[in-house]
């Protein structure tokens, strides 16, 4: 017997109104049950005063599992394995109920317990279900909620990083992506290129997670809904701020690719310039050096030319001899003292 059940005395059955509210209460024979089977994992099949009862658990929901209209949850499946290994078939428990006894499905409503566990809570210790208020059956709430924050302080099951399904793992992932996005200038367009797509694969990663997220609809998703517009709510909406965020430096780094495209396209037209300046350069000079060198061979060959017009024909290149002064002879008649005959010029004579 649980040690918290106040359970009035055996085969009283009654309901007492408080406030306009039904309260109902219980006697010996459906205050203990039976476990047949496990259904998922907050709802047990059990049998009650003789008769095959649905029980559902009050005040903890856990992932999907067995609704043919919803979606499998994350850690659904862990739930009710968890909740087959605490209940094993033919287990005697102890049951408490609150204000409503049936749920619209027929299902009846109550805290488990199994020995001195309370079931409910044990399950939301696990990080398998969330606390969940089904007014005006909150008895069970707070021992739930407090189980519950339990498992969000170890990070277990639905709140477990390291699995990959749960929301804050998922979080992590986009948060992950987001950070690792370069918010410094680029210094060359490779890089900004690389920031560019740095950015775009973070925001992709990061509505990825968002749209996922943002699936889970409280008609198909409850316990994922209820943590998304719950305890992760505000997680939720700083991602799209720094989805955002990441977008506007996606921006900054295409802004600045196209400024760094700009100054590559004019140095490489000042480049251009510079080389057909020097190119020009160089084939004026060589054209200046040509034309005086063409100058330089005329003038020598004008130079040329006028020295063999005034110089002396190659025959009497030699200089000439100045005659030789010929000197009279000495005559022969120096003896002769007869009339003389000179010979023109007066130089010469013989004997007349």
């Given at each position: ?99 409503e006894?049936?749920?619209r ?19 939301a ?14 008895k ?19 709140f ?13 992932e ?10 410094l ?36 998703h ?6 998304m ?16 965020d ?52 005329a ?16 025959s009497?290149s ?21 009339p ?10 013989k004997?007349?």
């Amino acid at each position: 017997m649980s040690k918290r059940a106040g359970w009035i005395s055996a085969g009283v059955i009654a309901s007492l109104v408080a406030g306009g509210a039904v309260y109902a209460t219980t006697s010996n024979s459906d205050s203990h049950g039976t476990v047949i089977r496990v259904v998922d994992g907050d709802t047990v099949d059990l049998e009650i005063a003789g008769e095959q009862t649905r029980v559902r658990l009050l005040n903890i929901d856990t992932p999907e599992t067995v609704d043919p209209d919803k979606a499998v949850e994350c850690m659904g499946p862990e739930a009710t394995d968890y909740l087959e290994r605490l209940l094993k078939p033919g287990e005697k428990v102890d049951l408490e109920y609150d204000i409503e006894r049936e749920d619209r499905y027929g299902r009846t409503l109550a805290g488990v317990y199994k020995d001195d566990v309370f079931v409910n809570s044990a399950i939301a210790a696990a990080g398998l279900g969330v606390a969940m208020k089904y007014e005006p059956n909150v008895k069970f709430y707070d021992e739930v909620l407090a189980a519950e924050q339990k498992a969000v302080d170890a990070g277990e099951g639905l709140f477990d990083p390291s699995v990959e399904c749960t929301i804050p793992a998922q979080l992590d992932e986009a948060d992950t992506a987001l950070s690792e996005v370069s918010s410094l200038p680029a210094d060359s367009i490779e890089e900004a290129e690389s920031f560019m797509g740095e950015a775009a694969a973070a925001v992709g990663v990061g509505l990825a997670v968002k749209s996922a997220l943002n699936k889970a609809k409280s008609a198909t998703h409850p316990v994922t809904h209820a943590l998304m517009s719950g305890r992760y709510a505000s997680d939720i909406s700083r991602l799209s701020t720094r989805i955002d965020d990441i977008k506007q430096l996606e921006a900054f780094h295409k802004e600045q690719r196209a400024e760094l495209v700009e100054q590559e396209k004019q140095r490489k037209e000042a480049e251009r310039k510079k080389k057909e300046a020097e190119a020009k350069a160089k084939k004026e000079a060589e054209a200046a050096a040509q034309r005086a060198a063409e100058q330089q061979a005329a003038a020598k060959a004008a130079q040329k030319a006028q020295q063999k017009r005034y110089s002396a024909p190659k025959s009497y290149s030699k200089p000439r001899t100045q005659p030789k002064k010929s000197t009279p002879k000495k005559s022969s008649y120096s003896n002769y003292t007869g009339p003389r005959c000179y010979a023109p010029g007066g130089k010469t004579w013989k004997p007349c």
